[in-house]
């Protein structure tokens, strides 16, 4: 059973490219959470969701992020116009369920760096 | 202030020795989670708490819910625990993880 898998693992994008982070959970698994390290910095909650619905996208810059999570496929992170300030490490965690007992299953992160 | 405040932010242990990580947190949880980030790589569940004491291994988590405060400790420490642990709560009435700053821990043989 394969655990979260996050691609790629490190993305480099120019300033005003778009950059596309991909998270497939565990197997089983229908709820989806994106997390932002950024450097120096203590992760920070963007954005929940389940098949094909956004949950909670409290922790979500107004601009140029996206999130969607296709009933077929992996959850997309998606990052338009990339600024040097987005360079970060995205982490995406995955649970079979929600409620006040579920673990949290984490992927490796993909770390974005942009130049 | 943070909701969850994590202390120390470093520290420097020789091997062998007995270490304690604190966690405090400021609102009503469902539960509590200790992780684990080596630099470079991805985050490991260490264990989920909601009450008393759990136990992995040479670590050991507990949890004060009247004090809204937990301890993460390492026994016999060993230079592959060095990495930073961190702290992260999910609320009663939500989902999503809240975090502390994380203690980067490094052990010295």
């Known amino acids: 059973n394969a655990g979260v898998m996050q691609n790629p693992r490190h993305l480099v994008r120019r300033r005003g490219q778009e950059a596309r982070l991909r998270c497939s959970p565990m197997k089983g698994h229908s709820h989806v959470y994106w997390y932002r390290q950024l450097p120096e910095e203590g992760l920070k909650f963007m954005v929940y969701l389940q098949k094909e619905n956004i949950i909670d996208e409290s922790g979500m810059p107004k601009e140029r992020f996206s999130a969607e999570f296709p009933k077929e496929g992996p959850s997309i992170l998606r990052i338009q116009q990339v600024v040097r300030g987005d360079s970060a490490a995205y982490f995406c965690?995955?649970?079979?369920?929600?409620?006040?007992?579920?673990?949290?299953?984490f992927g490796q992160g993909t770390r974005l760096t942009v130049v | 202030k943070n909701e969850v405040e994590q202390s120390p932010q470093n520290l420097t242990a020789q091997e062998g020795e007995f270490i304690t990580i604190n966690c405090s947190y400021s609102?009503?949880?469902?539960?509590l989670h200790w992780l684990q980030q080596h630099p470079g790589g991805g985050i490991v569940s260490l264990f989920m708490l909601s009450s008393g004491k759990k136990k992995h291994g040479r670590l050991i988590a507990t949890i004060n819910i009247q004090e809204k405060h937990s301890s993460l400790h390492i026994t016999a420490s060993h230079p592959r625990d060095s990495a930073v642990y961190i702290c992260a709560v999910r609320s009663e009435y939500g989902n999503k993880l809240v975090f502390g700053a994380g203690t980067i821990l490094r052990v010295k043989s």
């Open positions: 965690a995955s649970s079979p369920m929600t409620g006040m007992n579920t673990e949290a299953f």
């Open positions: 609102v009503g949880i469902s539960a």
